[in-house]
């Protein structure tokens, strides 16, 4: 006579499938609202560039009609400019911010200033954004460079900047290398 075999069937989880599971949940939850958060700040970075590129028309104006970057905020009337979102406002300066030697007849800068303390703690101290400089060409035109502001201590990290700043730091980058090449 054969015997018969009886298994024995799970009903339910068991107390490692208890434990595993929501800690998968979990941090599948960590990870989206890591992503949410970071997309908050970009899209908030982005806006702030958007903003302050608004500003070019302005600046390329005075340098068509007197012929040389404006030499001060009340030059292109800045303090009408409404700051909205994480920018707080913008400060101009006629050169390069930390480059001493810039021909300040041809070249201006824009600092954007931001408040990213509804970002978290990490940012509390965050002062300062990008910098949009504007370079006089030969022939008149003015190139303009969304760059990380790396001469602020209190400014956002570059990797939180939308990719029109941080591509002009990577064209500068390979038209040297490119240069080498030739």
């Not at 702030?48 to 068509?64: P, R, S, T, W």
């Not at 006089?136 to 760059?147: E, L, N, S």
Request: charged share 30%.
């Amino acid at each position: 006579m054969k015997k018969n075999q009886t298994r024995n069937l799970q009903r339910g989880l068991t107390t490692s499938e208890m434990v595993v599971y929501p800690l998968i949940v979990l941090v599948l939850v960590a990870v989206g609202f890591g992503f949410y958060h970071n997309s908050k700040i970009d899209d908030a970075v982005t806006a702030a560039v958007e903003l302050g590129l608004e500003q070019q028309a302005i600046v390329e104006e005075y340098f068509d009609t007197h012929g040389e970057m404006p030499q001060s905020e009340e030059d292109i009337n800045l303090s009408n400019f409404t700051p909205q979102g994480i920018l707080t406002g913008i400060e101009y300066r006629a050169g390069e911010l930390g480059v001493p030697a810039a021909d300040k007849l041809r070249t201006g800068t824009f600092r954007a200033l931001v408040d990213m303390r509804e970002f978290g703690g990490r940012f509390k101290d965050i002062e300062s954004g990008f910098l949009l400089i504007a370079r006089a060409q030969d022939d008149d035109t003015i190139k303009w460079d969304c760059v990380a502001d790396e001469v602020t201590v209190d400014a956002l990290k570059g990797r939180y900047l939308p990719e029109t700043c941080s591509r002009a730091k990577d064209d500068e980058e390979g038209d040297g290398a490119e240069q080498e090449e030739e």
